[in-house]
Structure formats: structure tokens, C-alpha cells
């Protein structure tokens, strides 16, 4: 084995670490109580249900960017939570205590 290679694997080895890290770090918030709420594929009600939530389900917010208005039990928005890799839900539906972002803009 190459000094390069060994060098490749270290670098890996890190970037899987630091992956790990920031999946602990991120935080889990209830939707709203009694819905049933579904999720979507994009970040708007044009887009097709990909699954639905159950009543008292916790998502992640890995990031959050702008989309269809909606209103829900906590006020109208136009931010969509990304809560898995190609899944959203509007965030009127997600309990975060705050009526803004709480996670980066999705890129």
C-alpha cells in the first residue's frame, strides 16, 4: 500500500466522523397535534405526497427554503421544512417557536 492511499483512507475516515457529529446535532420538532400530515417531494403543494406523518410524529430539519404559502395551526408560511432527501413539509405544520428560519437555506 502507497503512502497516498493510506493518506485517502485517514481523510476518509475524518470526513465520516464529521458526518456522524453533525447528524447528532440536528434537531427533532413535533408537527402540529391531531394531523395526520403529509409529506411531500418538493417544497410546495403541487408536488406529489411521497408518505404521511402520523399524529404526533417528530421531524428533522435539515434545511428549510421557500415555497407554496401555507396555513396551518401555526400561522401561514411560505417555508418548506426538508426533513429527508427529497421530502418536505410546510413548516405552518412543525412546531419550532418561531414564525422564521431555523435551519440553513437548502442549496
Known sequence: M????????ESAGESEAVAT???TAVTYYPIAPGVRLNVRSGP???YG???VLAEGSKV???CQTPGTTVTGPYGT????DNIASGEYVSDSYVHTGS???VASRCS
Open 2 to 9: 502507497s503512502v497516498d492511499r493510506v493518506e485517502e483512507a
Open 99 to 101: 414564525d422564521g428560519y
Open 21 to 23: 457529529a453533525a447528524a
Open 60 to 62: 428533522p430539519i435539515y
Open 77 to 80: 408560511s411560505n417555508i418548506w
Open 44 to 46: 410546495g403543494t403541487g
Open 49 to 51: 405526497v411521497v408518505r
